[in-house]
């Protein structure tokens, strides 16, 4: 066997193709130390061996029992395809865009974290007790980067596994090419196949809307688990993440923002197996002669540091992708004011943003022509005059000399059916042929799989933004895509190539203006838009103890850069019991702080309790942006160089350890150095006390925010 193996900072992934060059295959994957190989021993019985071995990506034609990957049909009906190994190449790094067909449109869904520091290996693995041999191909020095090329001579199929390590996370994908003289029907085209070497209890994060990333197990002794959405858009009830817990945790990820779907099987070996990919129409795609395909990026990562440990890599390559910007604090005026914008009322609430420490100011939906109510305005995005009677530009120059940046909430790829815009270009509209578009939540969608519509979009945000002094950008889209749009045409992976495209030009052009991407809360969640803004809207709910759970769940695959995070005067929708305005701020401060409270409401004691939180939040924004994440029992610790931020919130459920009634809770911390003497408050301790024992979390206080210095 031929092995490449893919190194990483601190674990490895060892790929082999057999000498009949009929499958690639894992050899084995996880910590340099103690790298576990993945061997199947004995025979098989009653299947085809492709059935049990570890497979990188299952073709129908080399597995037929066992769940495949990639299923192509000609126009004869067949689908067996039996490519055989080629090549192995090593390209250098590039920002290809796979998603889509070539010639077609350039596709969305890669992650292209800058590749500072990652070492690719050299070494191979001997599958017989995985240990390090001698190299017998070297892979990708610089980066870490290997392409295993397969053929299928009789189809006329070139099949093509990309591989690329970005610190502990390896993307994956692949391309399929039509070199044959038929047309090709791609039935199924997942982007990877990940073997996890150990464990078989699945973790993954459901949720509807107002309640997302709720985490959930389930143990699977044999068969099959599946998530996904069918949506057009990532979705409210999965996300797309599953992972493994244990003592050496393995996680996937799919950078795709249109549909998808995910499964872990457990075979009849007992090996278990996550398949990640885009999902297209019943129709399946088409690729004509000439023409390639290219998946999203499946991402899979393992950390001998467990669950939070997993967690952490997923972090750090995020935080590799984004551009590394301070985030201010602002005010949005959403809670407030819902539609009833006017220009004075707004710089009220801005008046007294400015005086708590807010620094950009965010009017939300309603500002344009049209829109009183959510029946009216999507698509004639014009500032209406009635609400801003000093124009848009007399409104920011009041908030400039009161101190505030200026932004704008937009919803783009929507349309009313009364709007302008509806009337003019009807063909615009989304719809299957023939029917009448679904309507829901009282708006349509523009065809974003079209070239003009992607192009209006586009003109319409470079207009706003060339015309303003406009610094931070809220990209809304509240309601699923469902509308087929045609089945000759793959409308799902152009909507969302188009979708990335404009995101991307938006953040070439306009590198000033700060992006958060929302989905009626966290529909539109994943590494293909975790890459492409600044900042993610969790949920719509911002009730403390509902909102605590939220962002948990959120962490789980996330970093917190990306979690944008409301003080607001929400009421739970699945926890009602009241918290302090201090619980309220620690729990937004533990990602991108921001306030929807109506301002004008606060007391005086209100407001200096903001305040003296707003300031204390940007003295460590940046460490919560860029630290590692430690959960503890009662909280979240951000652990930086010399210094740590610890939130600790008591949720009524028995989370803080108890001791006797005379002693006080303490909650023991994490990441610190046991040699080290730290300074908490007014107190100094040795890291070991620390982590052993613990900071005290008394009563009356239902949550805390601590400051953990290093002393030497």
């Known amino acids: 066997m031929k092995t490449w193996t893919l190194r990483g900072t601190t674990t490895s992934y060892v790929v082999g193709v057999p000498s009949h060059g009929q499958w690639a ?64 190449t090593h390209p250098t790094a590039t920002d290809a865009h796979p998603g889509a067909i070539s010639g077609v449109n350039p596709a969305g869904g890669p992650f292209t974290p800058r590749m500072q520091g990652v070492e690719g290996a050299t070494a191979g693995v001997d599958p017989s007790n995985g240990s390090a041999a001698a190299a017998e191909e070297e892979v990708g020095a610089a980066v870490g980067e290997l392409e295993l090329g397969f ?10 596994l990309h591989y690329r390590m970005v610190g502990d996370v390896l993307e994956r994908w692949v391309s399929v090419q039509n070199d044959g003289t038929d047309e090709l029907t791609l039935q199924r085209h997942d982007s990877a196949g990940f073997v996890v070497p150990c464990g078989n209890m699945i973790t993954y994060l459901w949720g509807e809307w107002n309640s997302e990333f709720q985490q959930a197990s389930v143990t699977l002794p044999r068969g099959r688990f599946t998530i996904g959405s069918a949506q057009g858009i990532t979705g409210h009830s999965y996300s797309p993440f599953l ?28 090996l278990l197996r996550i398949q990640a990919g885009r999902v297209s129409s ?4 088409r690729l004509e002669p000439g023409e ?33 910007r301070t985030p201010k604090v602002l005010y949005n005026s959403w809670f407030a004011t819902e539609f009833d914008i006017r220009a004075e009322h707004q710089l009220e609430l801005a008046r007294r943003a400015a005086s708590i420490g807010v620094e950009t100011f965010v009017v939300d939906d309603g500002w344009f022509v049209g829109r009183s109510d959510d029946r009216g305005g999507l698509g004639d995005w014009e500032v209406d005059p009635a609400k801003f009677p000093d124009g848009l530009d007399g409104f920011i120059g009041q908030l400039k000399d009161i101190g505030l940046d200026f932004g704008l909430w937009i919803e783009p790829e929507s349309v009313s059916p009364s709007s302008q815009l509806a009337a003019e270009h009807p063909e615009w509209i989304l719809r299957t042929a023939g029917r009448e578009p679904i309507l829901i939540r009282n708006q349509l969608l523009l065809d974003l799989s079209r070239g003009d519509v992607t192009e209006f979009i586009w003109n319409t945000l470079d207009r706003l933004l060339s015309s303003y002094d406009i610094r931070y950008l809220k990209w809304d889209a509240n309601r699923p895509r469902l509308d087929s749009g045609g089945q000759r045409r793959d409308v799902d992976g152009l909507v969302v190539a188009n979708l990335y495209a404009i995101l991307d030009r938006l953040r070439a052009q306009h590198p000033e203006v700060y992006v958060e991407g929302c989905a009626g809360g966290g529909a539109r969640v ?15 709910n911002t009730a403390p103890l509902d909102r605590l759970r939220i962002q948990e769940g959120f962490r789980t695959g996330f970093a917190p850069h990306l979690m944008s995070s409301w003080v607001t005067d929400a009421i739970g929708t699945h926890d009602g019991r009241e918290r302090s305005l201090d619980f309220r701020f620690h729990v937004a401060m533990a990602g991108v702080l921001g306030i929807g409270a109506d301002l004008s409401r606060w007391s005086d004691e209100q407001l200096k309790t903001a305040t003296r939180h707003i300031e204390q939040y940007k003295g460590f924004r940046e460490l919560i942006a860029a630290s590692k994440v430690y959960g503890l029992s009662a909280g979240v610790q951000y652990v930086g160089a010399t210094r ?23 909650v023991p911390l994490a990441g610190l150095d046991p040699a080290k003497n730290y300074r908490v408050g007014d107190e100094v301790h040795p890291g070991s006390y620390l982590l052993q024992v613990g900071v005290a979390f008394d009563d009356p206080a239902d949550s805390r925010c601590l400051i953990v210095e290093a002393l030497d």
Request: hydrophobic fraction near 40%; charged fraction near 25%; aromatic fraction near 8%.
């Open 151 to 160: 053929v299928d001579d009789l189809r006329g199929v070139r099949l093509v």
């Open 25 to 88: 295959q894992l050899v084995a994957w996880g910590p340099h130390e103690g790298l576990a190989p993945v061997e199947i021993v004995g025979t098989e019985h009653f299947v085809p061996r492709a059935d049990v071995e570890p497979l990188e990506y299952a073709v129908r034609g080399v597995r037929y029992t066992a769940p495949v990957d990639l299923v192509i049909s000609g126009p004869d009906g067949s689908d067996e395809l039996r490519p055989l190994f080629t090549n192995a």
């Open 282 to 285: 019943s129709a399946g795609l």
């Open 526 to 540: 994943d590494l293909g838009m975790a890459s492409r803004v600044d900042t993610l809207w969790p949920s719509d």
């Open 292 to 324: 390639t395909w290219e998946s999203p990026k499946a991402v899979g990562a393992c950390s001998a540091e467990g669950a939070d440990g997993l967690a952490r890599v997923f972090h750090e390559y995020e935080r590799a992708a984004s551009r590394r």
């Open 644 to 666: 740590s931020v610890v939130f600790l919130w008591e949720t009524g459920d028995g989370n803080v350890r108890g001791t006797l009634p005379t002693r006080p809770r303490r």
């Open 243 to 270: 992972a493994t817990d244990g003592d050496v945790a393995y996680g996937v990820q799919l950078a795709w923002s249109g549909s998808w779907e995910m499964s872990a099987d457990v075979d009849t070996t007992g």
